[in-house]
C-alpha cells in the first residue's frame, strides 16, 4: 500500500482512505499540470505548437523537441497512474492496457484539450462504472460482466455524435491526393500462381509449419476487411477482429439450432457480422479520423466484455462449431495424429483466393473509386455526387462480411 488503507465511516458511508488520497492526489496533479501549460513558457510553446506548426517555426519553436517533451510528460503521468493504482488493481497486462477504453471517454468528455475536466470526468467514468458493476449483482436479467464496459461507449457516442457535424467544416479540411492504391490489372494469373504455390506449401510442409500457415491465410482474410475498411474507404476501424469473433461464436448456434449445412451456415455467420459492422460503422456518418478509431475501440471492447467474456451467454467450455462437409467430403481441421488436415487448408486457401480477388476487383470498380473518394475528400466527393453515407455503410458492411468470414473459418 502506499496510501493508508483505513476505511472512514459516517453512517451507512464508507471511503477507503486510499482512494481518497488517490483521487485526490491526481487532482492536484491535474491542477498542476494545467496550471503549467497556462501561465509557463513551455505551455505556451506547446499550444503554439499545437495551433500552427509552420507558426512555431517562424517563431524560433520546434514542433518535434516540444512534441518529444510532452511525450515524456505524459508517460511520467502514465506511469505515476500505475504506480498508485497497482495495491487496488491486479497487476494484469491486460488490464492495464485496456485502461485507455475509459481513458479516452474521459479525454474526449474534455475535448482532449481541459486537463482538470478530463480529470473530473475520469473520476466520474469511475463512478458510474463501479455502479453499474453493482446494478448486475443485484439484477439477475442485467449481464453478469460486462456492464460497466457498456459506460465508456455510451459516453463516446453521446459526446461525439451531439458535438459533430455530418461534414468537416471548410477550415478544417485536408487537402490529399487520392493515396498509393495500386489498380490491380493481372488478378486472374496472379490468383492461379499464388493458389499453386499455396496448396504446395499446404502439402509439404509439416503438421507445425502447416497448422501456422492455416492461421496465417485466415488471418489475411480478415486483414483484407481492414483493406476495405481502411485502405479504400479511409474510415479507421478497430472492430475488425472483434466483428470476425462475433460470425465465430455465432456459427455454431446458428448452425446447430437452424441445422445449416457448410456452406450456408458461415455465410449467414457474415451476414450476421455485417450487420454488426454497419451498427458500428453508423457513428463514422458523422465523426471522422481517430474519433472513428475510439469508436471502434469502444464497441470492440464492450462487445467482447458482454458477449465473449460472459458465461451466461458462452459457456465455460465454448461454442462448438460443426465441423465443414460437402457432397459427403469431410473438409474439417481433423483431430489428433489427424490434425491439421491438407483439405481444410485448401478450403481456407480457396475462400482466400475468392476474397482477394473480390477485393481487387472491387478496387477496379465504381464503388471503390467513389470509396477513393470519400477517403480523400468528403466534401469534395459529396460535391462529384458521391453518396458519402452510402459508400461508408457500404464499406463497413463488406468490411465486415469478410471478417465475418475469416472469424468462421
Known sequence: PIFPTDVWQSGELQLSADRFFFALTIVVLAIVLALAFRYTKFGLATRASAETERGAYVSGISPDRIAAYNWMLSSAVAGLAGILIAPIVPLVPVAYTLFIVPALAAAILARFDLVVVAVLAGLAVGMLQSEAQYLATQFDWLPSVGLPDLVPLILILAVLLIRAKPLPTRGAIILQTLGRAPRPNHVASTAVVMTIIGVLALVLLDERLRTGLIVSLVMAIIALSSVVVTGYAGQVSLAQL???????????????????PFPIAPVVAALCAAALGVLIGLPALRIRGLTV?????????????????????????????????????????????????????????????????????????RLGAEMLAVRANERSAAAAGVSVVRVKILAFAIGAFIAGIGGSL
Open 242 to 260: 472483434t466483428i470476425a469473433g462475433v460470425a465465430g461464436f455465432l456459427l455454431g448456434p446458428i448452425a446447430n439450432t437452424f441445422h445449416l
Open 293 to 365: 478509431a475510439v469508436v471502434t475501440l469502444a464497441m470492440a471492447f464492450a462487445v467482447e466484455a458482454i458477449w465473449f467474456r460472459n458465461v451466461d451467454i458462452v459457456g465455460a467450455s465454448g461454442v462448438r462449431a460443426p465441423e465443414p462437409s460437402l457432397f459427403g467430403w469431410d473438409l474439417g481441421i481433423g483431430q489428433g495424429l489427424d490434425y491439421p488436415r491438407v483439405t481444410f487448408g485448401v478450403l481456407v486457401l480457396l475462400v482466400l483466393v475468392g476474397v482477394a480477388v473480390f477485393v481487387a476487383l472491387l478496387r477496379r470498380s
